[in-house]
T-cell receptor
Framework: AQSVTQLDSHVSVSEGTPVLLRCNYS??????LFWYVQHPNKGLQLLLK??????LVKGINGFEAEFKKSETSFHLTKPSAHMSDAAEYFC?????????FGAGTRLTVKP | DAGVIQSPRHEVTEMGQEVTLRCKPI?????LFWYRQTMMRGLELLIY????????DSGMPEDRFSAKMPNASFSTLKIQPSEPRDSAVYFC????????????FGNGTRLTVT
């Protein structure tokens, strides 16, 4: 069985400062990992994905994530937060025939 | 590519009425998922299909909920009879290769049961 844990339910940063959203996973196989973003009243949109290629993955809107097998982590980062980044972020682990979503992290960006 | 299409976008109905939500996955995708999202419970997987066959329906709350996928381009989620606690946003998502490819989500159906 696999699982995913988003370590923070809510993160608040100031505009222009770095963003770090943490995600840890467990999986019996070599997983695929994804980050999704959901803006208010919208569906989920794929930010980036890791599927056993380069461990540092670049996504849309300046986000990136690094797959660290030894730490079973896939943290999402962005060097400088923008007001438009305020949203809910979901980490997802997928392998074999199973896909699990984290509980989500709400990112607030203060002016 | 039109993406995953859900209808209706909003549905308001009275308790006891039947509700049918519809989803058209992306052409060529062979796995389809139904999720429910509420403030209290977050995002919950209700059921998913692979090649039109239901694989895991353990998330379906109770017998009032049923889902079908008669062909590769259409799925329905039905609630009969509906109750106020069913009020939520229901998302449909599809993927081309489960386990490797990302999910593509529709914009959701916001259901309100009064």
């Amino acid at each position: 069985a696999q699982s995913v844990t988003q370590l923070d339910s809510h993160v608040s940063v100031s505009e222009g400062t770095p963003v770090l959203l943490r995600c840890n996973y467990s999986s019996s196989y070599s997983p695929s990992l994804f980050w999704y973003v959901q803006h208010p009243n919208k569906g989920l949109q794929l930010l980036l994905k890791y599927t056993s290629a380069a461990t540092l993955v670049k996504g849309i809107n300046g986000f990136e994530a690094e797959f660290k097998k030894s730490e079973t982590s896939f943290h999402l980062t962005k060097p400088s937060a923008h007001m438009s980044d305020a949203a809910e972020y979901f980490c997802v682990v997928s392998d074999n025939n199973d896909m699990r979503f984290g509980a989500g992290t709400r990112l607030t960006v203060k002016p | 590519d039109a993406g995953v299409i859900q209808s209706p976008r909003h549905e308001v109905t009275e308790m006891g009425q039947e509700v049918t939500l519809r989803c058209k996955p992306i052409s060529g995708h062979n796995s389809l998922f139904w999720y429910r999202q509420t403030m209290m419970r977050g995002l919950e997987l209700l059921i998913y299909f692979n090649n039109n066959v239901p694989i895991d329906d353990s998330g379906m709350p109770e017998d009032r909920f049923s889902a079908k996928m008669p062909n590769a381009s259409f799925s329905t989620l039905k609630i009969q009879p509906s109750e106020p606690r069913d009020s939520a946003v229901y998302f449909c998502a599809s993927t081309v290769l489960l386990g490797y490819s990302p999910l593509h989500f529709g914009n959701g159906t916001r259901l309100t049961v009064t």
